[in-house]
């Protein structure tokens, strides 16, 4: 099982703050998600990252894969209330190709 | 289009006592998962079907039972429920042809079992 960590665990910012959250693993991927996860929700995806040292922006949302594709981060910049959730990454695929493991997550809060 | 549809959206039982939740997407896609959500645990592989016929256990499979019913309904039991299976359950559905395998999520099924 591919083991992924995702750092920090819980996040608690003002409106207009830049943050940087993590997923870290030993193992390398083929392409890594990006999900968030808004209260009372499902899981929605928000960026599949594909090539080592790729950065990939979603509005004020920059995605970065490492060189070695055994890390991912996700920087937000002048957060606002709505990214408040849950930012959850996992691998594409595992070895069998089918199932994904998720990390625990990060827990984002943005107060107005 | 519906996505993935989950019923119900709540649910409280009694320790011991059976129930069913259900599921079923209408994207055509071939694989479906059941994940069960707690606090600072992230999502866990209940269950998966990777496709019509075949199901697989996942990371926390014990107490659980799934049936793929057809393409589109993937259903998950608890025969007799614990108060440790008080957790929010997620089902999910993608087509592992397709891109890069993204997963389309359900709502959630809130359960406590007391």
């Known amino acids: 099982t591919q083991l992924l960590e995702q750092s920090p665990q819980f996040l608690s910012i003002q409106e207009g703050e830049n943050l940087t959250v993590y997923c870290n693993s030993s193992?390398?991927?083929?392409?890594l998600q990006w999900y968030r996860q808004e209260p009372g929700e499902g899981p929605v995806l928000l960026v599949t990252?594909?090539?080592?040292?790729e950065v990939k922006k979603l509005k004020r949302l920059t995605f970065q894969f490492g060189d070695a594709r055994k890390d991912s981060s996700l920087h937000i910049t002048a957060a606002q209330p709505g990214d408040t959730g849950l930012y959850l990454c996992a691998p594409s695929r595992d070895e069998y190709g089918n199932k994904l493991v998720f990390g625990a997550g990060t827990i984002l809060r943005v107060k107005s | 289009n519906a996505g993935v549809t989950q019923t119900p959206k709540f649910q409280v039982l009694k320790t011991g006592q059976s129930m069913t939740l259900q599921c079923a997407q209408d994207?055509?896609?071939?694989?479906m998962y059941w994940y069960r959500q707690d606090p600072g645990m992230g999502l866990r592989l209940i269950y998966y079907?990777?496709?019509?016929?075949?199901?697989d256990k996942g990371e926390v499979p014990n107490g659980y039972n799934v049936s793929r019913l057809n393409k589109r309904e993937f259903s998950l039991r608890l025969e007799s429920a614990a108060p440790s299976q008080t957790s929010v359950y997620f089902c999910?559905?993608?087509?592992?042809?397709?891109?890069?395998?993204?997963?389309?999520f359900g709502p959630g099924t809130r359960l406590t079992v007391l």
């Open positions: 990252v594909v090539t080592g040292g």
């Open positions: 994207m055509n896609h071939n694989s």
């Open positions: 079907s990777a496709s019509e016929g075949t199901t």
């Open positions: 193992s390398v991927f083929s392409s």
């Open positions: 999910a559905s993608s087509e592992p042809g397709q891109g890069f395998h993204e997963q389309f």
